[in-house]
């Protein structure tokens, strides 16, 4: 990503291996920082989107899993208290979720 005269590289994989975020049925989270720099990214489906199918788990039992191709991304690049980049691109990035149970009100197709 570049953001005036910053560039922010991303893609070791310890960086990748390393950053994690929280998951939800309806966003995924994460920060990464490098130096003084901090990347927010927020990944963000529509429910209308979202496509249900029930997959056997490995480990037993079944699993619900819901994808899409089309959810909204959001990326936010700080240095302290600056906003150094913002971008905001509705049907940008991939979600998905899976769960022991169906989520409420979203039918499973398969």
Same mark, same amino acid.
């Given at each position: 990503?570049h953001?005036r005269?910053h560039?922010?590289?991303?893609?070791?994989?310890?960086?990748?291996?390393?950053?994690?975020?929280?998951?939800?049925?309806?966003?995924?989270?994460?920060?990464?920082?490098l130096?003084?720099? @901090?990347?927010? %990214?927020?990944?963000?489906?529509r =429910?209308?989107?979202?496509?249900?199918?029930?997959? &056997?788990?490995? !480990?037993g039992g079944?699993?619900?899993?819901? @994808?899409?191709? %089309?959810?909204?991304?959001?990326? =936010?690049?700080t240095?302290?208290?600056?906003?150094? &980049?913002?971008? !905001?691109?509705?049907?940008?990035?991939?979600f998905?979720?899976a769960?022991?149970?169906?989520?409420?009100?979203l039918?499973?197709?398969?």
């Amino acid at each position: 990503m570049h953001a005036r005269e910053h560039r922010f590289a991303f893609n070791g994989l310890l960086h990748v291996i390393g950053t994690r975020g929280p998951i939800a049925a309806d966003s995924w989270t994460a920060d990464a920082r490098l130096g003084s720099r @901090h990347l927010h %990214v927020k990944v963000t489906p529509r =429910r209308s989107d979202l496509i249900g199918v029930t997959y &056997a788990d490995p !480990r037993g039992g079944s699993r619900v899993c819901y @994808h899409t191709e %089309v959810a909204d991304l959001e990326l =936010r690049l700080t240095q302290g208290d600056e906003v150094l &980049a913002r971008i !905001r691109r509705p049907a940008a990035a991939a979600f998905e979720y899976a769960s022991e149970s169906p989520m409420p009100g979203l039918p499973v197709l398969i």
